[in-house]
């Protein structure tokens, strides 16, 4: 079976597993903010609409001195990027031919633009407690030239804090090599710990950022890159022109003054998981201890979750499955926490598979 290599587009996985589609279905699988795009950009969407008849700032100026005001830096460490996915396959193309080390479980995109660019991978494997370890690491960063790790990490939603950050950042730069932070959903924590400032004591420190998750913006394609601007200079330099479109450009400006929206969507992902993960735990299922707006999620009696994610799918309940996340192989699924109904459909699902195993 080819199962698909990512969340949403739901069809591809019922074509994967012969499945016929529901005519209702929720998907869990992409996990994007419940509450939709900012209202900001529909009350000015007939102001974004005019940016189609322009050609788009090539430098994207206002967003990137918007965004470097907002992390305390200069503009000069900031690129943007047609979603975090293009960043990521730029600094593959600067590691070509290079060593990588990736931080697993972790997004497949990492691996996939390192070995697009001729790039040796290696895995550090976390345990699936998802407490950080060090085992082994220092051996791999020898012959490394990059260390990519997600945090919060994807798929497990867990937090790393910024005292392993910095302790990360000391023994790449000790091993002259980079260390690349994917942050895509930093802004979905409650108390997340600021790491953009260690770019001015920490030249190796790469840190990507996504702006269509937390802003549910995923069809316009949103990213940035936080990096030394002798970095940021190499990578733009396999950019194409005119990366990013005209309205992204002015939607990026107005999310960013989105702070009540922020707060919104952060209480209430917070309340929905407290609400989710006890309801777990009383059914006897295992969660992953994620900090964010998605989850692993695991019924203990199986080795493989194939027979409850068809039960879901069967039922119009959409997850993630787990195939392709090295040190996961399908024993657990993936989660998004969307709004209060949703999440009843979903434990609704789930106590109607319990029941089924009777």
């Known amino acids: 079976m080819k199962w698909p290599s990512h969340g949403a587009n739901p069809h591809f996985l019922y074509e994967a597993m012969n499945l016929p589609v529901p005519k209702e279905k929720l998907d869990f699988s992409a996990n994007i903010n419940p509450l939709g795009p900012p209202p900001v950009l529909k009350e000015n969407w007939g102001k974004l609409l005019e940016a189609v008849t322009e050609y788009p700032d090539p430098h994207g100026t206002i967003l990137k001195r918007k965004i470097a005001e907002r992390e305390g830096l200069q503009e000069s460490n900031v690129l943007l990027g047609n979603g975090a996915a293009e960043v990521i396959s730029l600094i593959g193309r600067m590691l070509a031919g290079n060593q990588a080390v990736i931080v697993q479980p972790a997004f497949s995109e990492y691996e996939e633009a390192c070995r697009v660019s001729g790039c040796q991978v290696q895995y550090h494997q976390i345990p699936d407690t998802w407490a950080w370890m060090d085992d082994d690491l220092d051996a791999k960063l020898k012959k490394a030239d990059a260390l990519f790790l997600c945090n919060p990490s994807n798929p497990t ?39 953009s400032q260690c770019i001015n004591e920490y030249p190796n420190l790469l840190i990507i950022r996504s702006m269509t998750k937390m802003f549910a913006i995923p069809g316009l394609r949103l990213g940035y890159l936080l990096a030394d601007p002798a970095v940021i200079r190499k990578i733009a330099a ?121």
């Open 157 to 195: 939603g867990a937090y790393y804090s910024k005292s392993i950050i910095l302790h990360l950042l000391e023994k790449c730069r000790s091993q002259q090599c980079l260390l690349i932070v994917d942050e895509a959903f930093y802004d979905f924590l409650a108390d997340y710990e600021s790491i």
């Open 238 to 358: 396999f950019q194409p022109h005119w990366s990013t479109n005209g309205i992204a450009l002015k939607a990026g400006e107005l999310c960013l003054e989105s702070e009540s929206y922020i707060k919104e969507t952060i209480t209430l992902i917070e309340q929905e998981r407290q609400r989710l993960f006890l309801f777990y735990q009383s059914r006897e299922m295992l969660v992953s201890p994620s900090r964010i707006n998605f989850y692993l999620l695991k019924d203990p009696t199986l080795s493989n979750q194939y027979s409850f994610l068809q039960y879901l799918l069967n039922r119009g309940i959409i997850a993630r499955h787990t195939v392709n996340f090295p040190g996961l192989e399908g024993e657990w699924l993936r989660f998004a926490i969307k709004g209060p109904g949703d999440n009843d459909k979903l434990m609704e699902a789930v106590d109607g598979w319990l029941d089924s195993r009777l």
